[in-house]
DNA sequence: CTGTCGTGCTAATACGTATTAGCGTTAATA
DNA sequence: TATTAACGCTAATACGTATTAGCACGACAG
């Protein structure tokens, strides 16, 4: 029981003298049915929703129109705690632009699910009251994907996602490709006894990077080590870097490769000195951490601002939407350097120097 | 054109065998309806209901109801943007999580408006597709909260504001008293001539500082300069700080203090041994700054939560809201210390050893 | 004078759900 | 057997807007 009683457009037809399908039509007829109500008694109209300050209830109007202006955004995990508020903001950013410039207002679907469980398709589904939506997270539902697919609905997922009873329209960051250019690199730098340190998930985000990585091995580089980080201590994660002989380490996480080049520095290893280290993406929090590691950069906002406009584009014209990979450019950092073996002499003569 | 054709109850009807009346009475009907159709006829509605997957529109259900357990978020900036993201975040955070708790969803208001000036009442005022909003911004249009309080329109700001032909439900943080507090703390240890260094701002927020600041004077400690730092180069302030004999200076903005305290280091100046530094509030960024300054902490998280707690009880109970003024927590920091003209001989021996 | 066309508007309906009043049938009661 | 009561459901309507079809009226042509 809110208590304010709204005004509808038969007050004001009531107050201008007029029908309801009048006002109606004064405030957003096609130009050809404006034509025929002459500028006299639209004036009339219009003076009165001045004068009252009524505007449309945006509902009735989805109602009748089927579209109501409003983008679902959809995260699989809350999207402010400050654990991933470093991830999502970036996205939201770009999301929120996008949607400003096009004059669409966001729907944050929070209380889809029950705790840590989220699910687009609840008991009370409330995706269906935005016209679509995006949706992101680091792994994804892929029935529920599926579903969206299947059902047509138009949305658009942030990051690349494997065919789901259909193809998924998306906006993602080439990690394969980033990937690729920074192994090619340390390759180019002598390198050629590799370690990958990071978990084998199934979400595509973590195969992506692990394929852009092997098909940089090719016939050259070896992979000389891998390690899921998870639960290893970082000191054993060193340990058996130096005794697998690889000298350059690739890290999915960029917390592992924090504590990794601690425990590194703790036996007096010097990186890119004695290794050499990489992170396959941006870190926002990449700022807390004194060490300035050589990745590459995700472009969140940019991801946010596409994938949104795609999505309005499916609103709008009901394309059907596209794949889209936006590159990651490499963020040279001060972690990898030349090969400690291979044109040695000198590099370590001036090591000895410093 | 999306294509996508809804499921309605209708279809649901024709596929149980019953009236739509009756699949939306399955769905919420009271008790005392519900008793009244056999549990064969429920059980045989839920069963096309779980295999179609189908939901009710939202929209609809407004439309029939009035309610829609959405809640708007007004912010009169950009939410995003990083400039202002550190601003807002942990604001959001605290609504995210309690809206998710009272099983709301939230709507960004992020399309009203152009550019930087943003407007509630703007022409396709969304606002009413939520059933109460939250509003917040560092500097409210006072027009538009005296409409929004005279229109009896379900809303809570965050952050205190004055009366707006009318008392304006808020959650706000008690800038005075932190201010207050801190005052006192730097009176106690010996300061007896204050600088106040911020501006003048019409805003709640700075008017709340500034009384806080002034009723700590009382008969007591002196206010030596006061300055609106904008546009005013550090070093100056520094000058002025020293030169009004001022031993403690009190900061609105974070930003200030960094650029000040790095100027006065510049002169061979330490904080707090030769003056201390203030700053009236917590500020994401402090941790940028390698100088960890006294402050207070602003419940940033808890004033969300409040507010959209206070603002669904508005929603669900149509009571009229009230004033909330969370207290703001001193921060130690490191930057006030003991007045160096008062108990000064020691302190001025120990800064030469150094 | 009849027919056609243009003008200025309105009636009617659709959108999908919630909700109330009430209908037809059967079972229980007097 | 007649009356009532309970049961199991449905018809009808409201919500506020957009939109189409079309009415009534006057002007103008033939």
Known sequence: MTGHKRLTQNDIAKLAGVSQATVSLVLNGAPTALARIPAETRERVQGVIRTTGYVADPIARRMAKGLNRILGVFTYEPAFPSAQADFFTPFLLGIEEEAQQQNYDLLLLTSAGVGNNRKIFSENNRLRIADGCLVLGREFDRKELARLVAEDYPFV????????????????????????????????????????????????SIADRWRGFCSALGEGPKLALHVDAVNRPAGEIVDGIVS???????????????????????????????????????????????????????????????????????????SVGSQILLTCETVAGETLGPCPLYPAKKRQSTKRIQ
Request: avoid cysteine.
């Open 157 to 204: 997922a942030i990051g690349r996602r494997d065919d789901a009873g259909g193809p998924v329209p998306y906006v993602g960051g080439d990690y394969a490709a980033g990937t690729r250019q920074l192994v090619e690199e340390a390759v180019l730098l002598g390198h050629s006894k590799l370690a990958y340190v990071g978990p084998e998930g199934t979400a595509e």
């Open 244 to 318: 697998s002989g690889a000298t350059a380490a690739f890290f999915i996480e960029l917390a592992d490769a924090v504590r990794v080049e601690a425990a590194a520095r703790e036996r007096g290893l010097v990186v890119p000195q004695d290794f050499s280290m990489v992170v396959l993406g941006s870190h926002i929090r990449a700022g807390r951490s004194p060490v300035r590691f050589t990745s590459y950069k995700i472009p969140r906002e940019e991801m946010g601002r596409q994938a949104t406009a795609m999505l309005v584009n499916r609103i709008e014209t009901g």
